[in-house]
């Protein structure tokens, strides 16, 4: 039995549309029945890495009071040290969209993934996402980065009428793995047939063992 823990939602991304998702994603898998996802608030991120998991989802931007005058962040030094042991040692994460946003670049979460969230243009776009296998257009959020890609595997980009970036890479950490992957921001887009199936082969790599 694979084990994944999600953090999910947040004061911009609505953390039932992520759950079901994230739960239509395994249903692809041929091995669907031997997958075992558990939801996780972020108080509980570094207990539940310490029963080491197979795969750790983060969809929740570092911000938890984004509109007011003091902001509180939930990555904490402990939480941000843990993370970083559990990759090393073996585990592997997945930050998926707001899993990039708001978080240091001097932070270890940051430099594990090698990227991060810089800003996006108002509203949502039409945006064409353009793989290794397949070329898809949905109505997002045009998501632009700061990705080392020398030293990752970009496997997705992204294309709106403000410009081009990276939306997916990918690459080894210690003993374990990293991927991110910027699409989507709402239910529909996440439950897009192509973000879908993106999404079940990323779950699939991150807790392979080759």
Not at 71 to 87: C, F, G, M, R
Request: hydrophobic share 35%.
């Amino acid at each position: 039995m694979a084990k994944i823990i999600a953090l999910v939602g947040d004061y911009w991304h609505d953390g039932e549309a992520a759950k079901a998702a994230l739960e239509a994603a395994i249903k692809r898998l041929p091995n669907k029945d031997e997958f075992e996802l558990q939801y996780v608030t972020y108080e509980e991120v570094v207990e539940a890495l310490e029963t080491k998991p197979d795969l750790f989802i983060n969809a929740k931007m570092n911000k938890l009071n984004p509109k007011d005058e003091h902001i509180i962040n939930w990555l904490t030094e402990e939480a941000d040290e843990k993370i970083e042991t559990y990759v090393k040692n073996g585990g592997s994460i997945l930050a998926w969209h707001a899993g990039m946003a708001g978080y240091p670049r001097h932070t270890h979460y940051t430099q594990l993934l090698r990227g991060s969230f810089d800003y996006h243009p108002p509203g949502l776009q039409e945006v064409i996402y353009k793989g290794k296998d397949a070329t898809f257009t949905i109505a997002d959020e045009l998501y632009f980065v700061h990705c080392d890609e020398a030293n990752t595997e970009v496997y997705l980009r992204s294309t709106g009428v403000d410009g081009d970036t990276i939306a997916g890479w990918k690459h080894p950490y210690g003993k374990g793995k990293v991927c991110c992957l910027t699409p989507a921001h709402t239910k529909e887009g996440m439950l897009n047939e192509n973000i879908s199936r993106l999404l079940a082969e990323k779950i699939m790599w991150l807790v392979s063992h080759e």
